[in-house]
């Protein structure tokens, strides 16, 4: 494997901030004593899922051991399969990848005089309400709401978990994941933002053994990672063209192959991490940017995207793995037309290593015409003959350090022997694949192909001449001095992001704009993170970690022992 950084791995796999002057309880038992302190003789006790919670368990460990007087299933009161599916059809679709993003609330999923049924069982005594939706029946005179993150309920669809309403036990794992991001994640994060104002308990189901902490030390976590630098908690997922360099540069077993994919970067999937003296609790990303939006995004940003962190940063490994999927992002007024996203998936590709063979394929090569490359590729597609890259697609040569630009409607993909930090806009599954070079995924089954949808994005004006114009070796260097370089280095002038890249050898400063900057080392050991003012305590940064600088800081600076680069991202 090609590369300077063959030192031992520093990556740290599952950072954390350490939250002062509050306490965590960890597994049943626990929590069962915290609740049992605080019951009273009559009572009404809440405990509200985000779908995925292992009902079973919650029950057998907590509910039982109360004793109840009443209990009441929240999931009696809702709508048939067949009801649900057919109020959310037109976002689900019969596409296996795509669907519409949900303005749905969660009370349209339940009948109402079903909930008014279970209302009237409540009685004198304690009662426990439980389940999806619990607070539709009562809010509670003590309340919990039980989360996970999306990677876990992501591990839990593979093995075997249904969608909320939907008995699709055995469902391919990308309509369930369909399923979740238009529909499911949309409705129970808005209901989760409710029952986060009234409930006194936060609980954490990633694993075996919940861990509970009250809404005062949940949001005493929210704000101090809304006042300081900040890591997110990696995943790493295993894919056909996945290649070996994360193995080692950041510590993965080297039992399984094929790792192809980390999301280091990615607010809407990652979740943040909370420890309380020896008990570590992980809270999804999203949970920070809903509750501490301006002091995260900045309200410049918060004006324009939202309660959206609008950057993602990812890996894609193909050293000693294969090409991705020749592919085309939409157009912005397409993404908003059929699938209601505000923004579209721009991105770019920032080399971290190659190999000397490295390329990527970036858009068509001059005098190609729409017609006959969407016929080749239809060809390729329905005789399983191999789709002649060579005659319509530009294969560039890459090395570390290089930037490829890739704006939406751009034919692209990482060839074999890269290592890439893609730095991109926020929406992540708007791939149309064009061609996957005659493979099957993991699983045994063909990667869905999306020629149709690829034709209408494709554009076609960008050729040979327009890509080496345009996103291919735009560096420009506009500060130099002994000791520091700073180069734009991107996107390109139709994407939002704005990406400069320091390379210094003792220090640093940046003064940010009422925006967050999402930043990655991406050579050199390790740096530290300070304030100029004592702002925030410091921070140690590892080889191609990724930290976010939230736009409260305003102002901070790196130093480093050896010589560093950062690539650094914000919202133009």
Known sequence: MKGDNSMSSNYEKHPYKTIPGYQAYEGYADILAQIQKQRKDSMILTLDFYHGTNTDQVYKELIEPLCPDTIIHSEQAKKSEGEITALLKNNLTDDRVFGVLSTATIDQLFDSDKIQELKTKIQPGLTVIYGVGASLIHPGDLSLFFDLTRWEIQCRYRAGLDNWGAKNYGEDILTKYKRGYFVEWRIFDRYKWDCLKHCAWYVETNNQEPKMISMEAYHAGLRQFSQEPFRLVPYFDQGIWGGTWMKKVCDLPESKTNYA??????????????????????????????????????????????????????????????????????????????????????????????????????????????????????????????????????????????????????????????????????????????????????????????????????????????????????????????????????????????????????????????????????????????????????????????????????EYSIRTKSPAKIICASVR
């Open 261 to 554: 994919w980390c999301f280091d970067g990615v607010p809407e999937e990652n979740s943040i991490c909370f420890k309380f003296d020896d008990i570590l609790v992980d809270v999804p990303a999203i949970n920070l940017v809903h509750e501490q939006t301006d002091a995260l995004l900045g309200k410049r940003i918060h004006a324009r995207f939202g309660k959206e962190f609008p950057i993602r940063f990812d890996f894609l490994d193909t050293m000693e793995g294969g090409n991705l999927s020749l592919q085309v992002h939409p157009l912005t007024e397409y993404i908003q037309e059929n699938f209601g996203m505000h923004y579209t998936q721009d991105e770019s590709y920032y080399i971290l290593d190659a190999t000397e063979d490295a390329h990527v394929y970036l858009g068509v090569k001059n005098g190609i015409e729409l017609e006959p490359l969407i016929e080749a590729f239809q060809t390729a597609q329905d005789t399983q003959r191999a789709f002649d890259d060579e005659t319509y697609i530009n294969k560039i040569p890459v090395k570390k350090h290089d930037h490829a630009l890739i704006p939406a409607g751009t034919i692209h993909c990482s060839g074999a022997g890269t290592m890439v930090l893609e730095i991109s806009a926020t929406p992540y599954i708007f791939t149309f694949k064009l061609y996957d070079w005659g493979r099957v995924g993991l699983d045994g089954k063909p990667r869905p192909i999306n020629i149709a949808r690829g034709k209408e994005n494709i554009q076609i004006d960008r050729n040979t001449d327009w890509v080496y114009e345009n996103c291919i070796h735009r560096e420009k260097t506009i500060y130099q001095d002994k000791d520091l370089t700073i180069e734009r280095t991107g996107l390109h002038e139709l994407e939002f992001i704005e990406t400069l890249r320091y390379s210094f050898t003792s220090e640093m400063h940046r003064t940010m704009n009422d925006c967050f900057d999402m930043i990655n080392l991406v050579e050199g050991q390790k740096v530290e993170i300070y304030s100029p003012k004592n702002a925030f305590p410091p921070f140690t940064l590892h080889y191609v970690e990724t930290c976010i600088l939230p736009a409260s800081l305003k």
